[in-house]
């Protein structure tokens, strides 16, 4: 028989967790919502589905600090002892409250995620039909899952009172699709960070500047690694042998989930904030020069083509660039210039210029 020492508690661990985490991100988006608003003076959908996950993760992580302060993060056997079984079941409740808003935090980031990546990039209907579908898709999945864990048991309120009469299904129904939103959340943060790093790595620039920007645009690969890190402790959803103790690994990164994706689909559009804060141009009052901006002029490559700078909602979103080189562009333009190659026949020319030629003859 394993015994376990009762006096046990990792309540501080998930409170430092769940209010550093979700401080974070809520400064991250407020920098985020200033640079949009103050300097960029745009705002889209993108913001609109930020600003919900935020507000999702807020509660997500009200509800675990409540759960904590009626016991989650003690030994269930301590809890008993001390309380008696209803504050074990009040405690699992609000665990289960909670689990929607978790879920949902960690989700609608990704549509925010999609429509910056589909705004940066050159048009494409149909790459941006599949990252909008699978970003729809992680949602419909999460709310599929949301439902799993409210319909198993009959009547509901045995999901938190074990001694009631009624049924459940077998925990591995919610186990295995809560496996496969795991896979498939994965591989939407693979895909929206690997589209946008393939076509910024064919920029014309240094390569520690192109770099840079990968690395910046690519942030949801970590969202990928900590889902995974997390996928591993799944079953303790479920575990009935010590409830209040065991699934605190679960919940740390859960909690760490929910923001880190937040966070991800914050930084590339905060830049113009630190820009206009460290950089400003003194001489002029001006966003800095594109001397000074290594973002600045970016082209991607070809042969036998021109190149058109195309302005768009978000194309202010990572930078401000100053172009002095065009005297029709005095003004500040913002953003990772978005570039569409214009493909030119230059023998279709060449035959158009001697046909000119033989008629003035």
């Known amino acids: 028989m394993t015994t376990v020492d009762l006096s046990q508690s990792r309540q501080t661990e998930i409170l430092v967790v769940a209010w550093v985490m979700t401080g974070a991100a809520i400064l991250t988006v407020g920098v985020k919502l200033f640079a949009r608003v103050k300097i960029v003076q745009v705002v889209d959908w993108a913001d609109f589905f930020i600003c919900f996950s935020l507000i999702l993760s807020i509660i997500a992580s009200s509800f675990v600090h409540y759960g904590v302060a009626l016991g989650f993060g003690r030994h269930t056997a301590a809890i008993a002892a001390e309380y008696g079984v209803e504050r074990l079941f009040k405690t699992a409740k609000f665990q289960m409250l909670g689990y929607p808003f978790n879920i949902g935090a960690f989700s609608f980031p990704n549509i925010s995620i999609a429509i910056l990546v589909c705004q940066l990039l050159e048009p494409n209907p149909r790459r941006t039909f599949i990252l909008y579908g699978m970003a729809i898709l992680q949602v419909i999945f999460a709310v599929i899952t949301m439902t799993l864990a409210f319909s198993q048991c ?30 498939y959340t994965t591989l939407t943060d693979v895909v929206l960070a690997v589209v946008p790093v393939r076509a910024f790595w064919q920029l014309q620039m240094p390569i520690s500047t192109k770099v840079g920007l990968c690395v910046m645009m690519s942030l949801t690969m970590l969202s990928a690694i900590v889902t995974i890190i997390k996928g591993t402790y799944l079953p303790l959803f479920t575990d009935t042998t010590d409830p209040l103790y065991k699934p605190v690994p679960l919940v740390l990164w859960g909690l760490v989930e929910q923001n880190i994706v937040i966070i991800a689909a914050c930084i590339p559009t905060i830049r113009p904030f630190f820009h206009r804060a460290w950089k400003r141009d003194t001489s002029t009052g001006n966003a800095y020069s594109a001397s000074s901006d290594p973002f600045a002029n970016l082209s991607t490559k070809g042969s036998h083509t021109g190149h058109r700078r195309v302005g768009s909602a ?18 500040s333009q913002q953003g990772i210039i978005r570039t569409v190659d214009v493909p030119v026949d230059w023998r279709a020319r060449k035959a158009h210029r001697a046909s000119d030629k033989n008629v003035l003859e």
């Open 314 to 331: 978000t194309d202010v979103a990572l930078e401000d660039i100053y172009n002095k080189d065009d005297a029709a562009s005095q003004e």
């Open 154 to 183: 009959r009547p509901t309120q045995k999901l938190w009172e074990k001694t009631l009469p009624g049924s459940c299904w077998n925990p591995n129904v919610l186990n295995y699709f809560s496996y496969w939103l795991c896979a």
